[in-house]
């Protein structure tokens, strides 16, 4: 019987918090697979993935780089991932094409602000993962402490496989809980050596094998059956029972390791191709075509249809990166874009090594591949086959938070910096590009500062402009914090010929978003913070017309009477109305419910929100009290607080206004010390001084 070449497949990304080890897992991966045969090293600058001048100048991954490799007989599609939540968008467009991820986590500092973020992003992906506890030769490592954080701050069930041999410095290698074998990794030894349990550790080793199984069995039918009539699991049942937990989501299998010193690498190659999935099985690509949802399997003979969630602008040309759902592509198609609705010529196929690409002469389904020759492909685009249309949903793109107003230094250069910041946002949907009305100026916004400093450089090294950045400010939402009722807005407008009459009567109240009402009750919709809908009876006010007063109302959100900034978090009802017999159109309806939201919202209490986050300091315990007052002079509200290896961890929740510029604050008042994380949490209320400037 022939094997479907699929099942020897494996997309998945590497996900972590910043500085946990992610690139340098990478890096191990591709030297241990033999992709490269010198180990790269993020502190020399000469890693693969990092290839970006800013990445190796900052020591972070900014941008998620796609690698192939094959161990094993299969061959394994891998993104790296950025940490830093200011670029968690890159992470978000490669959950949404991946089948499976490796979770890496510090063995010291176990789960960190930013590994909790993008568990949660796979969790709404539906990824499946396996979690790799690195750096287990550090001073203060310990893996069931790391264990811990990960069942109480993630709430999964861990299924540790692996014992460590060795603490700290003194880590040389594992148990392998499975099969009850060691591996141990000799200094400057490229492979583990095989051997039995050592004697030491033989009791500890077979208790928690012993425990694997009860968990395993608990969990899984199959092993259970096995486990009460043997009382316990051959290790053929248990890994079994381990990639059916895995792939379901019901656990998530632990290894552990330091990358860094290249052990542990083997046994997590060995892992992600027993226990994640392939293309064939995680569910079918569901799609829609004039309404109606369709499926397309994992299948090379399925029509084509592939999603671009990556574009990268080379010197050498246009790069577009796909995941292939089904068909196949060949150098020389024409695809169809489902969202311009054109045709586009595929030029090239790449198989990608981050900066490094081979040429393919097709890509079959459960592929991820780069493609060159599409011109108006965008991440988030749909590619299908021309006579078999199909629009997948985009990944979703998250709201700046942050500005800054950005100018030429040269008057000559105006046109030039519009044509960069315009392919600045091509390639990275969470940046946005717009023009002050009031005063002019060219305006950039992202997801935070960092984010906004990697894109000013990228114009100043890519395109070799000069710019003026000014100081960042914030994004700003007004919110209605006591409404009206009743309010009466009437549009008359007479100018010869046909006229314009509107009659529109609104109540404006406060909503929130819970996750429990969507705003969709009695014929009502929602989206973006904003609930409308209609009790007008006796058909007062025609369908027709309901709609385009809600739409006017939607227009009426940009701008809120406080700032002029956008309006969130209200809920507008349509109670009465009147129509002219002649002169009542959808235009009409739809002004008015501009203008007569406009003026409900001015005499509505409204409130200012911004934007706030919570921050993770990490300081040595002798200045601790500095940092507490200086969170609370930034409006900080202190929310948690702890011991780890020496070191004070406050966690708190401070305005983002608040932040600039607090890293080197922070490393003033602790010598260098100190460290910080931040994450969005949301929308708070402004203090009354912040709402009058």
Sequence with gaps: MRTDPLTTVRNLGILAHVDAGKTTVTERILYTT???????????????????????????????????????????????TPGHVDFADEVERSLRVLDGAVAVFDAVAGVEPQSESVWRQADRHGVPRIAFVNKMDRAGADLDTAVASIRERLHPVPLVVQLPIGTEDGFTGVVDLPRMRALVWADGADGAEEGPVPDALREEAARRRRLLEEAVAERHPAALEEFCDRETLTAATLTDALRDLTRTGDGVVVLCGSAYRNRGVEPLLDAVVAYLPSPLDVPAVRGTHDGTEQV???????????????????????????????????????????GTRRGERVGRILRVRADRHDPLERAVAGDIVAVVGLKSARAGSTLCAPGAPLLLEPPGVPEPVVHVAVEARRATDTDRLASALARLAEEDPSLAVRT???????????????????????????HGLEVTVGRPGVAYRETVGEGVTGFVHRHVKQDGGAGQFAHVVLDVEPWEEDGHEDGRENGGTA???????????GGRVPQEYVRAVEAGCRDALAEGPLGGHPVTGLRVTLTDGQTHVKDSSDTAFRTAGRFGLRDALRASQMVLLEPVVEVTVTVPEDGLGGVLGDLAARRGRVTGSDTRGGSAVVTATVPLAELFGYATRLRSRTQGRGTFTARPTGYAPAPAVTAAR
């Design 34 to 80: 033999g992709t490269t045969h010198k180990r790269g090293e993020v502190h020399d600058g000469t890693t693969v993935t990092d290839f970006d001048p800013q990445e190796r100048d900052r020591g972070i991954t900014i941008f998620a780089a796609a690698v192939s490799c094959a161990w094993a007989g299969h061959r394994i599609n891998l993104i790296d």
């Design 296 to 338: 397309r399997p994992a299948d090379p003979a399925a029509p084509m249809a592939a999603l671009a969630f990556k574009v990268n602008a080379t010197a050498t040309g246009r790069l577009t990166y796909l995941r292939v759902y089904s068909g196949t592509i060949e150098k020389g198609d024409t695809v169809w874009d489902a």
């Design 436 to 462: 002050d009305p009031e005063t002019g100026q060219t305006v950039l916004s992202g997801m935070g500062e960092l984010h906004l400093e990697v894109a000013t450089e990228r114009v100043r090294r890519e």
């Design 527 to 537: 989206g973006g913070g904003f609930v409308f809908r209609s009790t007008v009876v």
